[in-house]
């Protein structure tokens, strides 16, 4: 089978109006401004009205990208959405998004990879292009974390926002070509980020509940190692895949975790933050969709100049992570 060149053509991303800053937090919880700026570089989150839900975020992030890439939701015959907080256990909130937009020639099916969503989706995405078993594919990370967060938990509710980021692949032809992807998981990982109850390992029930295990559950300092390690193999890997080095780098687009972890792992990588895009301190992690946040903001800002090599990388529960190069 001969494989087809994938372009990413156009691009969205969406995040709710209403603001969470740090001296909100500080009169919910035992916490200050001073301790999550240093600790996080968060300075504020966006979070989602009542009522709304992760579909609603991914949609406006859709049709964002839909209109930047002049498809109609008609001529897509793909929806792949990456999410850690879909609106229902099942369906799928790809589903919701199809019925939405309305892409009636659609399929349509969700990817379950915590923060590692986007690049997940984008991957197999890339990969259903690039056999022909899709010429117009829809990618959309999005998640509303901030809907599982224990706000009396100081530890967790500093760190998350919501957000959904998308894109459009189609065959190459002239865009912004995908060159490489990597996809790596380890389950030994599992209860380093978890939301313990409400599905089949652990249904609802009031113990649940007054046991608060409907919430996130997080072993920050384990994950910190991970990441910091984690990008920077991540990012020196790809290169050397792509027979390129860090220095024919323009822009690395990371996932939004930590601001110190990315300043670790470009101290590892030997490389100047002007390097490593960062909108942190506006949005928090906002999980799956801060990676595609991240790079529809890096594209609409002009960060990203034609010929520039760039490469997306994320880390996150499972333990996932991935990697994706792109020729801008
Ligand atoms: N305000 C004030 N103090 C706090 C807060 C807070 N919001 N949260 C924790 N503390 C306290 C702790 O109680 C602890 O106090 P103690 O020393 O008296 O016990 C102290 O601060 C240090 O706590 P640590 O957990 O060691 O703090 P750390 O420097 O590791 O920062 C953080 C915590 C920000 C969670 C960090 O570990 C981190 O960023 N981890 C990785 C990110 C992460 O896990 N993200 C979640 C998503 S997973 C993913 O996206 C890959």
């Given at each position: ?26 009169k919910m919880v035992d916490t200050s401004d001073e301790w999550i700026t240093t ?289 801008w």
């Amino acid at each position: 089978m001969q494989l087809q060149r994938v372009s990413i053509i156009g691009s969205g991303s969406y995040v709710p109006e209403k603001i969470l800053s740090n001296s909100d937090l500080e009169k919910m919880v035992d916490t200050s401004d001073e301790w999550i700026t240093t600790r996080t570089g968060i300075k504020e989150r966006r979070i989602v009205e009542d009522g709304v839900s992760t579909s609603d975020l991914a949609t406006r992030a859709a049709l964002k990208a839909l209109e930047s890439a002049k498809v109609s939701p008609e001529q897509l015959d793909l929806i792949i959405l990456g999410t850690a907080t879909p609106d229902n256990l099942f369906p799928s909130t790809a589903c919701y998004v199809h019925q939405k937009i309305a892409a009636v020639n659609a399929s349509a099916f969700d990817i379950s990879a915590a923060c590692c969503g986007f690049v997940y989706s984008l991957t197999v995405g890339y990969k259903m292009v690039s056999s022909g078993a899709s010429k117009n594919a829809l990618i959309i990370a999005a998640d509303a974390l901030t809907k599982l967060t224990d706000y009396t938990d100081r530890a967790t509710c500093v760190l998350f926002g919501d957000g959904a980021g998308a894109v459009v692949l189609q065959p190459h032809n002239q865009g912004h070509e995908l060159l490489y992807s990597h996809l790596g998981a380890d389950g030994s990982g599992t209860d380093l980020m978890i939301l313990p109850a409400g599905a089949s390992k652990m249904p609802a029930s009031h113990k649940t509940v007054d046991e608060r295990l409907h919430y996130i559950k997080l072993r920050g300092r384990e994950v910190f190692k991970f990441a910091v390690i984690k990008m920077a193999d991540l990012v020196i890997a790809a290169v050397k895949e792509c027979s390129l080095t860090l220095d024919d780098v323009a822009l690395i687009i990371p996932h939004q975790v930590n601001l110190r972890i990315l300043e670790s792992a470009a101290e590892r990588l030997n490389i100047s933050m002007d390097k490593i895009f960062v909108n942190i301190h506006k949005y928090g992690n906002t999980s799956a969709a801060a990676t595609a946040i991240a790079f529809d903001e890096a594209r609409n800002s002009g960060r990203l100049k034609k010929g520039d090599i760039v490469v997306l990388v994320a880390f996150g529960g499972g333990l996932t992570w991935g990697v994706n190069v792109i020729r801008w």
